[in-house]
């Protein structure tokens, strides 16, 4: 699981993204992302119920792009507020080296936009 600091803790910060926001896309999830006011980076997961109406499923899923960016985000973000949206299901069943390198992908890409 992420840190505290690098959670979200209200809806406003996820209405600015939302607005204010940039895009990167992957086949399975699309990550918002804008500058952040903080010196450091905060990231939030959004599993929507059409993608999996059981709510153990869309933690699972959830759960997995958390410790996936939590061992990628350290190298790459700085101070950038992300929101990633997951659209696919099949995210569940990647295999978790293919899962590894859509995000990190996605991740270098926002890297490179902020600098």
């Given at each position: 699981?992420?840190?505290?600091?690098?959670?979200?803790?209200?809806?406003?910060?996820?209405?600015?993204?939302?607005?204010?926001?940039?895009?990167?896309?992957?086949?399975?999830?699309?990550?918002?992302?804008?500058?952040?006011?903080?010196?450091?980076y905060?990231i939030?997961?959004?599993?929507?119920?059409?993608?999996?109406?059981?709510?153990?499923?869309?933690?699972?899923?959830?759960?997995?792009?958390?410790?996936?960016?939590?061992?990628?985000?350290?190298?790459?973000?700085?101070?950038?507020?992300?929101?990633?949206?997951?659209?696919d299901?099949?995210?569940?069943?990647l295999?978790?080296?293919?899962?590894?390198?859509?995000?990190?992908?996605?991740?270098?890409?926002?890297?490179?936009?902020?600098?």
């Amino acid at each position: 699981m992420l840190a505290k600091i690098h959670r979200f803790h209200r809806r406003g910060s996820l209405n600015y993204v939302y607005r204010k926001g940039q895009i990167t896309r992957s086949p399975y999830c699309l990550m918002r992302f804008a500058k952040g006011k903080n010196d450091f980076y905060r990231i939030a997961v959004v599993v929507n119920k059409k993608v999996a109406k059981s709510a153990v499923v869309r933690n699972r899923i959830r759960r997995r792009i958390y410790e996936v960016i939590r061992l990628q985000a350290d190298g790459l973000l700085t101070n950038q507020d992300i929101v990633v949206t997951v659209f696919d299901d099949r995210c569940l069943t990647l295999p978790h080296q293919e899962l590894t390198s859509t995000i990190r992908r996605q991740l270098e890409q926002i890297a490179k936009t902020d600098k």
